[in-house]
């Protein structure tokens, strides 16, 4: 069968005549018109965009696929893309064969599996009154944009902080839970909690000892009555008299002192003291927080300290951020198990244990499974897991990001419900970034190698992670190169992988060596990711620059926490 495949950004002609190999027999043809409403509300355009190689590349997959059942004599696909004005056709089919009946159910076959089979995404519709031609052309790109953004659509782009901004826009926390203390390890507090009561509600002892008046100057005193530390037995002691007390106990009354009991002899019901001591040996109520002060602030993450916090103050269901449920698919045929040994061409999976590793820094459910690298056997293993796929928070693709024959997680992630916020940023490693969203659900299709997994997560995944968790993104922080960084001039930011100390209290930065986005080497090192700017050969050490801390939020040990909450944000 002939086929004639094109995307233009020009107006379809009114006539098209059928390719030359489909001069005989039927010609059907259908038109794709824009209509004046989407979502019934009145529109004056829609923007399409597409990955045409690959969009050419499957059109011409399903036609000669369906040809085989349907036999037909040529086919010709016009598909507009960019800005197009109400009235106008944006995709245009003819098919021409021997037979109607063949040439109409080829045709209806096709437009069947049209949008669910090929990249092309319908990306925005235009509301009456805007300018669209305006809105679609940028202002004079770069020539960085211009030659980073190579074969993609312009639409398709975004820089590094674009992108990232974007990602927080997008995603919103999901709805919190109550939950027990046992069960909120980890978990982002979703409210802020107060105190009850005073802490402590009483004074109490910190020492085995004997209470009594603090300016009581006697000699031998009455032991008048004991105390234990869950005992509570209020009442007014006079000059010469004394309680035995516990460690912890509530102290009978106010405008005491507890002298230990290793300063005091006792005979009997007497004692007399040996030694006596500047400290008065107790815990004043609310000496640690007044009743009504914020013991946790919302938006932390829940440690053991905190939730021995939560529990002294009776907080026993705190409100916190649901467990995710993340999907994690990976995807190529030369992928095998890391405990088998590869033959030529095959790779061990290590994005698996990457991807499980990196997300337990957050409170979740992990399903993980290979993909075929086959677009419908791929549906199918989907289809066998659709509890799994349906009830995910999070659903991450582990390679195919790209435009190569067999990259197919673009119209995976579109065929599973999303729309495709971006498909590119202009960062190395990991530009072929892919980003949908679904309601509340978020995807990511992120490039298959390594090092591309380690740099998308912490710019990217750790964003929507945190979002949907209720606490605060990742951002970049200032730091000072430890040793010189060699690079070679890129018309993309770099985030390079480094090892991040801490000396005399101020972070530094020491780039490590890779090879390619495959080299796995410097992640045994790497917990920062120092942003090089566009076009940099060369920085010395001492150069102050960005970095982002590669494990989410201080959650590593070379890395107090305190000190990143205290950096500013950069401008």
């Known amino acids: 069968m002939e086929i004639e495949i094109q995307l233009t950004s020009s107006p379809i002609a009114g006539k098209i005549l059928p390719p030359a190999g489909g001069a005989a027999g039927a010609w059907l043809e259908f038109r794709g018109v824009v209509r004046g409403e989407e979502n019934g509300q009145p529109i004056a355009a829609l923007e399409y965009e597409a990955y045409p190689e690959m969009a050419e590349r499957e059109i011409r997959r399903l036609l000669e696929t369906l040809a085989v059942k349907h036999p037909c004599l040529a086919a010709r696909v016009i598909h507009r893309v960019g800005i197009i004005p109400v009235g106008e056709t944006a995709i245009f089919v003819g098919v021409a064969g021997k037979h109607r009946g063949e040439t109409l159910a080829l045709l209806t076959r096709f437009m069947d599996q049209l949008k669910q089979d090929v990249p092309i995404w319908k990306r925005r519709a235009v509301p009456v009154g805007a300018r669209p031609y305006a809105e679609h052309q940028p202002q004079q790109p770069s020539n960085v944009q211009r030659a980073a953004a190579g074969s993609a659509t312009p639409a398709a782009l975004r820089s590094l902080d674009e992108a990232m901004a974007e990602i927080h826009s997008r995603c919103q926390p999901l709805p919190p839970v109550r939950v027990s203390l046992a069960a909120a390890f980890g978990r982002v507090l979703r409210e802020t909690v107060y105190a009850p009561e005073d802490l402590p509600a009483n004074d109490r002892s910190t020492r085995d000892g004997y209470a009594i008046l603090a300016d009581d100057t006697s000699e031998s005193f009455q032991i008048v009555d004991t105390i234990h530390a869950a005992g509570w037995k209020p009442r007014l002691l006079q000059p010469g008299e004394t309680v035995r007390v516990a460690t912890g106990a509530v102290l009978p009354c106010d405008g005491v002192r507890v002298v230990m009991q290793e300063n005091v002899d006792r005979h009997g019901d007497q004692i007399q003291i040996t030694k006596r001591e500047a400290g008065l040996n107790l815990r004043k109520r609310g000496e640690d927080v007044k009743a009504g002060q914020p013991l946790v602030e919302a938006g932390v993450r829940l440690d053991a300290g905190k939730l021995a916090l939560l529990a002294t103050a009776g907080c026993a269901h705190p409100l916190v951020g649901p467990r995710l449920r993340v999907a994690h698919f990976t995807t190529g045929d030369e992928i095998i198990s890391p405990d088998q040994t590869p033959k030529p061409g095959q790779i061990r999976d290590s994005n698996s244990i990457l ?15 290979h993909l075929p690298e086959d677009f419908e056997r791929a549906k199918s293993e989907i289809g066998n897991r659709k509890l799994e796929i349906d009830r995910a928070d999070l659903i991450l693709v582990s390679g195919g990001a790209s435009v190569g024959d067999k990259d197919f997680t673009r119209p995976l992630l579109e065929w599973l419900g999303f729309d495709i916020v971006f498909a590119q940023v202009n960062v190395r490693p990991g530009k072929p970034l892919i980003f949908g969203v679904s309601g509340t659900r978020v995807a990511f299709g992120l490039p298959g190698n390594p090092l ?11 964003t929507a992670l945190a979002r949907l968790n209720g606490e605060a993104a990742p951002k970049f922080l200032r730091g000072r190169l430890a040793t010189k960084l060699d690079d070679a001039a890129c018309l993309r930011e770099t985030l390079w992988p480094a090892r991040l100390e801490w000396n005399d209290g101020s972070p530094r930065l020491h780039p490590l060596a890779w090879a390619s986005s495959g080299d796995v080497t410097s992640l045994a090192s790497a917990n920062a990711l120092v942003r090089v700017p566009v076009n940099c050969v060369a920085l ?30 950069p401008a």
């Open 452 to 462: 591309s997994h380690f740099v998308c997560f912490h710019f990217a995944v750790a």
């Open 540 to 569: 010395d050490a001492g150069a102050e620059l960005e970095f982002l801390p590669a494990a989410a939020f201080g959650l590593w040990p070379d890395v107090p926490s305190h000190r990143l909450d205290a950096t500013p944000q």
């Open 355 to 369: 991807i499980r590793g990196l997300l337990q820094h957050w409170p979740c459910e992990i399903f993980q499974t």
